[in-house]
């Protein structure tokens, strides 16, 4: 494949990903994990709260920043919907109307169910294996509006796509989307890592080698009306929501302002995605034509990108220091290394190099809550060199020291006064003169009672501790103080809103996306073709009516609401 070479991008934009997806999705699914996730009730979105937990366990500063500006994250949203689309987690996504009157659906209690089983299997293959069940989720992630052309389904996607109005009819219903990602990574395989290669030259060596690769040569639609051709479903003009042609498939560059524009589009989702490729962007802001065309004049592919390709992924390197540092050399990162690390060690760095170390108090509680854990073998076994010396040495120690904890199943633990006698076959443990571990609690309790000194007898299922008497004295019991109810202030907020209907969905399609854009807060129902907002907003709202007052001659009538009984 013969591109060419673009030796000057001093005048671009650079974009690179330092986002690593890898490990925050393992992040995430940790985080489900250990502990209850609620999604929001209406938009069925993550919890402000639980984004900035995320933001801050994933480590990246610009999306800390983002989160602590806007309260949201485009990759954390990504790698949620990454998870779910993996089967790593579980949720909700269909929602139910809760009423006549709903027009969206909710989402009552919709918590992030972790699949351990799944992300176990995950867990158990190997680093090109996991590579290639991730790049492989991503590429048969689509349907006829979500794809290159129409959406921005990248997380670091910024070219606006084609007016998506039609899009479930014409050719796109029959294009295979993931067998075109596949053909362009394949051709992608042919570069040079860390070359630029010209953007343009790639459309133009697909135009004249491949230039089926995206729409059949016979297109097959279903519609027997359509008669549009094989760009039907393309449109452009000068303004973004303006007046728009569609692309004649005689024009000259005609390629390249359909294909063309999905390459731009392709190079962007899941390549920059996945960390195989930099991108050089115009910084040229004032768009002539619309969707963009010919933004991104430069691409190189990365070493990562290639070795993938060739499934060439080495094993991770794991060398244990003297210091009780752990360093871990991946070209990919080692999800399942660093699974089995974070045990027993702290990460002090996991962004270019992976640095661990080992924890004294980590070590004592896993060989607590597993008797079987061996951490000398299982560093060993990870380890490409032999362990030091005093390492080993250390670990030794942190083992016997965790085993003089001990245990006690099937016991009781027995409250008294100082001044009680028990026989001696019931005590076990004395902890202090009015706690005791004990043995056979029925036996006892029934002496007890005999001897008429009114026990009483709680026993705890496995998972919780229930509660006692409220007669009951204890030193466990912890009584609240007595406060006197309050009456609750309660302020009741009133707002007043407007609704708007339009005679046809074209149009009110038109003016939802000018309002989207503008970040205008806004409801719509496309049952009765209407928009409300609220009435605080009206001046706002007609600055924004303004862009369709040069297509149409609009007036706004007040409607006349009538109820009959």
Request: hydrophobic share 35%; with cysteine.
């Amino acid at each position: 494949m013969d591109l060419k070479p673009v030796t000057n991008i001093n005048d671009l934009n650079v974009v690179s990903n330092r986002s690593e997806l890898r490990r925050d999705v393992h992040t995430f699914v940790n985080y489900t994990r250990e502990r209850e996730v609620k999604r929001t009730h209406r938009s069925n979105d993550l919890s402000k709260a639980d984004i900035k937990r995320l933001a801050k366990l994933m480590g990246d500063p610009e999306t800390q920043k983002q989160v602590k500006i806007t309260g949201t994250s485009p990759w954390i949203d990504f790698i949620d919907r990454l998870a779910l689309l993996l089967g790593f987690v579980r949720y909700d996504t269909e929602g139910e109307y809760m009423g006549y009157t709903s027009t969206e659906p909710s989402y009552p209690d919709n918590y992030i169910m972790f699949q351990e089983q799944t992300y176990d299997q995950f867990l158990l293959s190997s680093l090109i294996e996991q590579e290639e069940y991730i790049l492989n989720a991503l590429i048969k992630r689509y349907d006829n509006s979500d794809n290159e052309f129409f959406s921005k389904i990248g997380p670091f996607s910024v070219l606006d796509g084609f007016e998506m109005f039609g899009c479930a009819t014409g050719v796109i219903p029959t294009i295979r989307f993931d067998k075109v990602r596949r053909h362009l990574l394949e051709l992608l395989k042919g570069c040079n890592s860390g070359v630029w290669y010209s953007t343009a030259s790639f459309c133009q060596y697909l135009k004249k080698e491949h230039p089926y690769f995206v729409i059949p040569q016979k297109i097959k639609v279903r519609e027997r009306w359509w008669a549009k051709g094989r760009y039907g479903n393309f449109r452009e003009g000068k303004r973004r929501w303006g007046p728009s042609e569609e692309i004649p498939e005689n024009a000259p560059d005609a390629f390249e302002r359909v294909e063309g524009r999905y390459v731009e589009r392709f190079l962007e989702n899941i390549p920059l995605t996945m960390r195989y490729v930099d991108l050089a962007y115009d910084k040229e802001e004032d768009q002539k034509i619309y969707p963009p065309i010919n933004n991104i004049k430069a691409f190189r592919v990365t070493e990562r990108f290639l070795r993938v390709m060739k499934r060439e992924v080495r094993k991770p390197r794991v060398t244990v220091l003297p210091t009780f540092e752990i360093h871990v050399d991946s070209e990919l990162y080692p999800i399942s290394v660093m699974t089995q690390l974070t045990r027993f060690a702290d990460v002090l760095a996991d962004d270019v190099a992976i640095v661990l170390k080992l924890e004294k108090n980590k070590v004592a509680a896993q060989l607590a809550e597993h008797e079987e854990l061996n951490v000398t073998a299982l560093l060993e076994a990870l380890a490409d060199n032999a362990l030091p010396s005093n390492i080993v040495t250390d670990l030794e120690e942190w083992t016997a020291h965790a085993e003089t904890f001990t245990l006690f199943e099937g016991f009781g633990l027995l409250e008294c006064t100082e001044s009680l006698k028990l026989p001696a076959e019931f005590v076990v443990a004395d902890i202090s003169p009015e706690l005791k571990i004990v043995r056979s609690q029925d036996n006892l309790y029934s002496q007890l009672e005999s001897s008429e000194l009114v026990p009483i007898l709680v026993k705890h299922p496995g998972s919780s501790f229930r509660k006692l008497p409220k007669d009951a004295r204890s030193v466990f019991l912890k009584k609240a103080p007595v406060t006197n109810r309050k009456k609750k202030a309660v302020s009741i907020k009133r707002n007043y809103s407007v609704t708007l209907y339009f005679p046809s969905k074209t149009l009110l399609k038109r003016f939802s996306n000018e309002l989207k854009n503008a970040k205008f807060p806004f409801s719509v129902n496309e049952l009765t073709n209407a928009i409300t907002f609220s009435e605080s907003q009206e001046p706002q709202l007609k600055v924004h009516l303004k862009a369709l007052e040069k297509e149409y001659e609009i007036s706004i009538e007040d409607m006349d609401l009538k109820t009959s009984l």
